[in-house]
Every structure is written in C-alpha cells, then in structure tokens.
C-alpha cells in the first residue's frame, strides 16, 4: 500500500519559515517525480513546485519562487519543502503528490498518488 505522509506544517508568523517533508513507502520512491501543491479555503488546489525523479529538473510556481525551495533524498524515500519568508497568502493545506509525467504534475494530472495534507498557516 502506497503512503504519503506529510509533516512539518504549524502556524508561523509572516517571514518566517517552515520546512515540510513527505515520506513515503509502498512505492520505488526514485520512480517517480514529486510535487508540492496547496489548497487555500474556498480555492481551488494549486501547484507549487516539482522535482524531477534525480533531482536534475525543478520547477516552481511564480508565487513561491525565491522563497520556497524543494529537495528529495531518494535513500529516505523523503520529499522536502524549505518555505521562507512566507506570507499570509500562503496559507493552505500542502499536499506532497507522485507521479510519472512532469508535464501532468505541472497542472495537476496524472498524479498517481497525494498525502493527506498538513496545515500551513502564517499569520500576519
């Protein structure tokens, strides 16, 4: 059975930092390509950044880019989210999401798996 399992979310002040990880079991973790995407309340969920199976292509959302930074280690079967200087507009639920088409990540298709979630929320 393939889990996700985020952590790391909590309340922080605006400018501040969080650093939200995704492990993962069940499936070959170096297959697959790993996202980030948020959903704010009453808003649809969107993408924020992917990174490749190796870690060689990495792609953000304009929103996040400079302040948000992705990694995975692939001996960890773990996807990370270093978020700084974060904004109240960043407030969301996080999902970490696995697929096999960077193309489909970046819009949201062909995700084979997503987490639960974990709350973010910064406070202004």
């Known amino acids: 059975q393939v889990q996700l399992v985020e952590s790391g979310g909590g309340l922080v002040q605006a400018g501040g930092s969080l650093r939200l990880s995704c492990a993962a079991s069940g499936l070959t973790f170096s297959n697959y390509a790993m996202g980030w995407f948020r959903q704010a309340p009453g808003k649809e969920r969107e993408f924020v950044v992917y990174?490749?199976?190796?870690?060689?292509?990495?792609y953000y959302a304009d929103s996040v880019r400079g302040r948000f930074t992705i990694s995975r280690d692939n001996a960890k079967n773990t996807v990370y989210l270093q978020m700084n200087i974060l904004k109240p507009e960043d407030t969301a639920v996080y999902y970490c999401a696995a697929g096999t088409s960077l193309s489909g990540m970046r819009v949201g298709n062909l995700i084979d798996y997503w987490g639960q979630g974990t709350q973010v929320t910064v406070s202004s």
């Open positions: 990174i490749s199976r190796m870690g060689g292509t990495i």
